[in-house]
Protein backbone atom coordinates (compact mmCIF):
# COMPACT_ATOMS: atom_id res chain seq x y z
CA UNK A 1 0.00 0.00 0.00
CA UNK A 2 3.08 2.36 0.89
CA UNK A 3 3.75 2.29 -2.55
CA UNK A 4 0.81 3.52 -3.95
CA UNK A 5 0.85 6.76 -1.69
CA UNK A 6 2.57 10.16 -2.15
CA UNK A 7 2.76 13.28 -0.42
CA UNK A 8 1.98 16.50 -2.76
CA UNK A 9 2.29 20.19 -2.14
CA UNK A 10 -1.14 22.42 -2.25
CA UNK A 11 -2.89 21.34 -5.42
CA UNK A 12 -4.12 24.52 -5.99
CA UNK A 13 -1.32 27.35 -5.55
CA UNK A 14 1.40 24.61 -4.91
CA UNK A 15 2.21 26.14 -1.70
CA UNK A 16 4.13 23.60 0.30
CA UNK A 17 3.23 24.98 4.27
CA UNK A 18 0.66 24.05 6.33
CA UNK A 19 -1.33 24.86 9.63
CA UNK A 20 -3.55 24.02 11.76
CA UNK A 21 -4.51 20.40 13.03
CA UNK A 22 -5.10 17.65 10.24
CA UNK A 23 -7.84 15.32 9.76
CA UNK A 24 -6.25 12.11 10.48
CA UNK A 25 -7.12 9.01 8.29
CA UNK A 26 -4.46 6.68 8.47
CA UNK A 27 -2.30 6.48 6.18
CA UNK A 28 -4.54 9.93 4.64
CA UNK A 29 -4.69 13.14 6.14
CA UNK A 30 -6.56 15.89 5.21
CA UNK A 31 -4.65 19.24 5.86
CA UNK A 32 -4.82 22.78 5.10
CA UNK A 33 -2.58 24.94 3.14
CA UNK A 34 -1.69 28.15 4.45
CA UNK A 35 -1.47 29.72 1.94
CA UNK A 36 -4.78 29.84 -0.08
CA UNK A 37 -6.44 28.05 2.50
CA UNK A 38 -7.09 24.80 0.63
CA UNK A 39 -7.92 21.43 2.58
CA UNK A 40 -6.40 18.68 0.54
CA UNK A 41 -5.10 15.36 0.63
CA UNK A 42 -1.83 14.40 1.35
CA UNK A 43 -0.45 11.56 1.33
CA UNK A 44 -2.87 10.65 -1.41
CA UNK A 45 -3.35 7.45 -3.77
CA UNK A 46 -1.40 7.92 -6.54
CA UNK A 47 -3.59 8.82 -9.54
CA UNK A 48 -2.67 6.06 -11.73
CA UNK A 49 -4.19 3.80 -8.83
CA UNK A 50 -7.48 5.79 -8.38
CA UNK A 51 -7.81 6.34 -12.38
CA UNK A 52 -8.27 2.29 -12.01
CA UNK A 53 -10.84 2.45 -9.43
CA UNK A 54 -12.90 4.74 -11.69
CA UNK A 55 -12.89 2.54 -14.87
CA UNK A 56 -13.62 -0.40 -12.97
CA UNK A 57 -17.31 -1.24 -13.77
CA UNK A 58 -18.36 -1.76 -10.35
CA UNK A 59 -17.38 1.49 -9.25
CA UNK A 60 -21.44 2.40 -9.47
CA UNK A 61 -22.06 -1.08 -8.45
CA UNK A 62 -20.39 -1.40 -5.32
CA UNK A 63 -17.60 -4.56 -4.94
CA UNK A 64 -15.81 -6.33 -2.24
CA UNK A 65 -12.98 -5.45 -4.64
CA UNK A 66 -12.92 -1.75 -4.63
CA UNK A 67 -12.23 0.42 -1.88
CA UNK A 68 -14.38 3.36 -3.15
CA UNK A 69 -17.32 4.03 -5.24
CA UNK A 70 -21.03 3.80 -4.43
CA UNK A 71 -22.84 0.90 -2.81
CA UNK A 72 -25.61 1.14 -5.54
CA UNK A 73 -25.40 4.58 -7.69
CA UNK A 74 -28.66 3.45 -9.63
CA UNK A 75 -30.84 2.73 -6.37
CA UNK A 76 -29.66 6.72 -5.60
CA UNK A 77 -31.38 7.37 -9.21
CA UNK A 78 -35.13 8.38 -7.55
CA UNK A 79 -32.93 10.70 -5.43
CA UNK A 80 -30.67 12.11 -7.99
CA UNK A 81 -33.22 13.01 -10.45
CA UNK A 82 -35.28 15.34 -8.72
CA UNK A 83 -32.40 16.81 -7.22
CA UNK A 84 -30.58 17.51 -10.52
CA UNK A 85 -34.27 18.83 -11.98
CA UNK A 86 -34.49 21.40 -9.64
CA UNK A 87 -30.63 22.83 -9.75
CA UNK A 88 -31.15 22.83 -13.58
CA UNK A 89 -34.49 24.61 -13.22
CA UNK A 90 -32.14 27.30 -11.46
CA UNK A 91 -29.94 27.87 -13.78
CA UNK A 92 -32.72 28.40 -16.15
CA UNK A 93 -33.79 31.25 -13.84
CA UNK A 94 -30.18 32.39 -14.21
CA UNK A 95 -29.54 32.44 -18.04
CA UNK A 96 -27.53 29.52 -17.85
CA UNK A 97 -29.13 26.89 -19.88
CA UNK A 98 -29.87 26.57 -23.57
CA UNK A 99 -27.42 25.92 -26.43
CA UNK A 100 -25.25 22.80 -26.21
CA UNK A 101 -24.00 20.98 -22.49
CA UNK A 102 -20.88 19.10 -21.65
CA UNK A 103 -21.54 16.83 -18.77
CA UNK A 104 -17.82 15.48 -16.94
CA UNK A 105 -18.13 12.59 -14.72
CA UNK A 106 -21.99 11.73 -16.12
CA UNK A 107 -22.35 8.74 -14.43
CA UNK A 108 -25.33 7.25 -15.48
CA UNK A 109 -26.83 10.29 -17.83
CA UNK A 110 -29.66 11.40 -14.79
CA UNK A 111 -28.55 15.20 -15.15
CA UNK A 112 -28.55 14.77 -18.87
CA UNK A 113 -31.80 13.24 -19.38
CA UNK A 114 -33.11 15.66 -16.50
CA UNK A 115 -31.44 18.65 -19.29
CA UNK A 116 -33.48 17.86 -22.57
CA UNK A 117 -35.69 20.45 -22.06
CA UNK A 118 -32.85 22.67 -21.33
CA UNK A 119 -30.25 22.53 -24.19
CA UNK A 120 -30.37 21.64 -27.39
CA UNK A 121 -27.45 19.02 -27.61
CA UNK A 122 -26.22 17.42 -24.31
CA UNK A 123 -22.60 15.43 -24.38
CA UNK A 124 -21.11 13.33 -21.59
CA UNK A 125 -17.76 12.04 -20.55
CA UNK A 126 -17.45 8.97 -17.34
CA UNK A 127 -14.30 6.91 -16.97
CA UNK A 128 -16.35 3.91 -16.81
CA UNK A 129 -17.33 2.10 -20.02
CA UNK A 130 -20.41 0.35 -18.32
CA UNK A 131 -21.15 4.23 -16.86
CA UNK A 132 -21.16 5.09 -21.00
CA UNK A 133 -23.21 2.71 -22.27
CA UNK A 134 -25.76 3.28 -19.88
CA UNK A 135 -25.60 6.95 -20.50
CA UNK A 136 -25.89 7.06 -23.64
CA UNK A 137 -29.49 6.26 -23.45
CA UNK A 138 -29.81 10.05 -22.08
CA UNK A 139 -27.82 11.80 -24.30
CA UNK A 140 -26.66 13.20 -27.60
CA UNK A 141 -23.17 12.05 -27.31
CA UNK A 142 -21.00 10.11 -24.49
CA UNK A 143 -17.59 9.40 -24.70
CA UNK A 144 -14.95 7.32 -22.46
CA UNK A 145 -12.60 9.49 -20.68
CA UNK A 146 -12.05 12.47 -19.08
CA UNK A 147 -12.16 15.97 -20.76
CA UNK A 148 -8.73 15.16 -22.75
CA UNK A 149 -11.43 12.94 -24.40
CA UNK A 150 -13.43 15.59 -25.63
CA UNK A 151 -12.40 17.41 -28.94
CA UNK A 152 -11.50 20.89 -27.92
CA UNK A 153 -12.57 22.77 -31.21
CA UNK A 154 -16.23 21.49 -30.19
CA UNK A 155 -17.63 24.64 -28.42
CA UNK A 156 -20.16 24.21 -25.93
CA UNK A 157 -22.20 26.78 -23.82
CA UNK A 158 -22.23 25.39 -20.81
CA UNK A 159 -20.12 22.87 -18.96
CA UNK A 160 -21.23 20.78 -15.64
CA UNK A 161 -18.98 18.99 -13.43
CA UNK A 162 -21.52 18.27 -10.34
CA UNK A 163 -18.98 16.29 -7.49
CA UNK A 164 -15.98 15.63 -9.59
CA UNK A 165 -13.77 18.18 -8.98
CA UNK A 166 -13.02 16.98 -5.19
CA UNK A 167 -11.36 14.34 -7.29
CA UNK A 168 -9.20 15.86 -9.42
CA UNK A 169 -5.47 15.84 -8.91
CA UNK A 170 -4.70 18.87 -10.37
CA UNK A 171 -7.43 21.08 -10.38
CA UNK A 172 -5.82 24.04 -12.34
CA UNK A 173 -5.11 22.01 -15.90
CA UNK A 174 -9.10 20.29 -15.40
CA UNK A 175 -10.52 23.94 -15.27
CA UNK A 176 -8.19 25.29 -17.90
CA UNK A 177 -8.86 22.27 -20.10
CA UNK A 178 -12.83 23.14 -19.11
CA UNK A 179 -12.10 26.76 -20.18
CA UNK A 180 -10.86 25.66 -23.71
CA UNK A 181 -13.96 23.65 -24.27
CA UNK A 182 -16.24 26.84 -23.73
CA UNK A 183 -17.30 29.30 -26.11
CA UNK A 184 -16.62 32.93 -25.00
CA UNK A 185 -19.90 33.86 -22.52
CA UNK A 186 -20.47 30.07 -21.48
CA UNK A 187 -20.78 29.02 -18.41
CA UNK A 188 -19.09 26.69 -16.20
CA UNK A 189 -21.29 25.19 -13.31
CA UNK A 190 -19.39 22.89 -10.55
CA UNK A 191 -20.71 21.61 -7.30
CA UNK A 192 -18.69 20.14 -4.80
CA UNK A 193 -19.43 18.79 -1.00
CA UNK A 194 -19.01 22.38 1.07
CA UNK A 195 -15.92 22.14 3.25
CA UNK A 196 -17.19 24.91 4.55
CA UNK A 197 -20.25 23.78 5.59
CA UNK A 198 -22.19 23.93 9.33
CA UNK A 199 -22.24 20.15 8.30
CA UNK A 200 -18.58 19.75 8.57
CA UNK A 201 -18.01 22.04 11.02
CA UNK A 202 -20.62 19.85 13.24
CA UNK A 203 -19.53 16.18 11.77
CA UNK A 204 -15.44 17.02 12.49
CA UNK A 205 -14.31 13.48 11.15
CA UNK A 206 -17.63 11.74 10.97
CA UNK A 207 -18.40 14.31 8.12
CA UNK A 208 -19.38 11.83 5.02
CA UNK A 209 -17.42 13.44 2.36
CA UNK A 210 -14.23 12.42 3.60
CA UNK A 211 -14.86 10.13 1.21
CA UNK A 212 -11.05 8.39 0.66
CA UNK A 213 -9.05 7.84 -1.18
CA UNK A 214 -10.84 9.39 -4.13
CA UNK A 215 -11.73 12.80 -2.48
CA UNK A 216 -8.83 14.50 -2.61
CA UNK A 217 -9.45 18.03 -2.67
CA UNK A 218 -11.91 19.92 -0.62
CA UNK A 219 -13.42 23.27 -0.93
CA UNK A 220 -15.18 26.03 0.40
CA UNK A 221 -16.29 29.17 -1.81
CA UNK A 222 -13.50 31.29 -1.05
CA UNK A 223 -11.25 28.14 -2.70
CA UNK A 224 -13.58 27.37 -5.37
CA UNK A 225 -13.55 31.36 -6.54
CA UNK A 226 -10.19 31.61 -6.62
CA UNK A 227 -9.73 28.35 -8.98
CA UNK A 228 -11.95 29.95 -11.30
CA UNK A 229 -10.50 33.41 -11.31
CA UNK A 230 -7.02 31.96 -11.39
CA UNK A 231 -8.22 30.25 -14.77
CA UNK A 232 -9.56 33.71 -16.44
CA UNK A 233 -12.80 33.05 -15.22
CA UNK A 234 -15.65 36.00 -14.57
CA UNK A 235 -18.69 36.76 -13.03
CA UNK A 236 -18.67 34.25 -10.39
CA UNK A 237 -21.78 33.39 -8.63
CA UNK A 238 -22.98 31.17 -6.01
CA UNK A 239 -25.71 28.92 -6.86
CA UNK A 240 -28.35 27.13 -4.28
CA UNK A 241 -28.03 23.26 -4.96
CA UNK A 242 -30.45 20.80 -2.10
CA UNK A 243 -29.79 17.76 -2.16
CA UNK A 244 -31.83 15.09 -2.11
CA UNK A 245 -30.99 11.61 -0.46
CA UNK A 246 -32.93 8.07 0.23
CA UNK A 247 -33.34 7.78 3.44
CA UNK A 248 -31.42 4.50 3.37
CA UNK A 249 -28.34 6.03 1.55
CA UNK A 250 -28.49 8.93 4.13
CA UNK A 251 -28.22 6.37 7.05
CA UNK A 252 -25.45 4.51 5.37
CA UNK A 253 -23.36 7.87 4.95
CA UNK A 254 -24.16 8.93 8.25
CA UNK A 255 -22.32 5.40 10.18
CA UNK A 256 -25.68 3.29 10.70
CA UNK A 257 -24.66 0.69 7.96
CA UNK A 258 -27.28 -0.68 5.41
CA UNK A 259 -30.40 -0.36 7.23
CA UNK A 260 -33.80 -1.19 5.83
CA UNK A 261 -35.88 2.05 5.27
CA UNK A 262 -39.10 3.49 3.82
CA UNK A 263 -38.47 4.36 0.14
CA UNK A 264 -38.43 8.04 0.82
CA UNK A 265 -36.08 11.00 0.01
CA UNK A 266 -34.58 13.44 2.66
CA UNK A 267 -33.71 16.83 1.29
CA UNK A 268 -31.23 18.64 2.88
CA UNK A 269 -29.43 22.16 2.43
CA UNK A 270 -25.92 23.40 2.56
CA UNK A 271 -24.49 20.15 2.00
CA UNK A 272 -22.72 20.88 -1.82
CA UNK A 273 -21.59 23.93 -2.92
CA UNK A 274 -21.97 24.98 -6.26
CA UNK A 275 -20.72 28.35 -8.62
CA UNK A 276 -21.12 29.21 -11.95
CA UNK A 277 -18.57 31.12 -13.18
CA UNK A 278 -19.05 33.17 -17.18
CA UNK A 279 -15.94 32.72 -19.99
CA UNK A 280 -15.10 36.42 -20.77
CA UNK A 281 -16.42 37.46 -24.40
Same mark, same amino acid.
Given at each position: ??A????????????????GK?Y???????????T????????????????????????F?????????????????R???????? &?LHK =??Q /???? $? @?? %???????? !???M????????????T????????????????????????V??S???????????I???????? &???? =??? /???? $? @?? %???????? !???????????W?????P??????D???????Y?????????K?????????????????M???P?????????????????????
Amino acid at each position: MAAQLEHCSCPLCNAEETDGKPYDFPPYQVIHCRTCHLWYLSPRLREEAMLAQYADDTYFEGSDGLQEGYSDYAEQERSLRPTFAR &FLHK =LKQ /RGMT $G @GN %LLEVGCGY !GYLMDEACDYFDYRMGTDFSAAAVERAKAHADHVVLGGIDAVDPSEGFDCIAAVEVIEHIYDPNH &FISE =LYR /RLRP $G @GW %LIMATPDM !GSYWRKVMQKRWPSFKLPEHVTYYDSNTLGQLYRQAGFERTEKLPFPHAFPLAVLLEKLGMGRLPAPKMNIWLPGVVLAMAARKPI
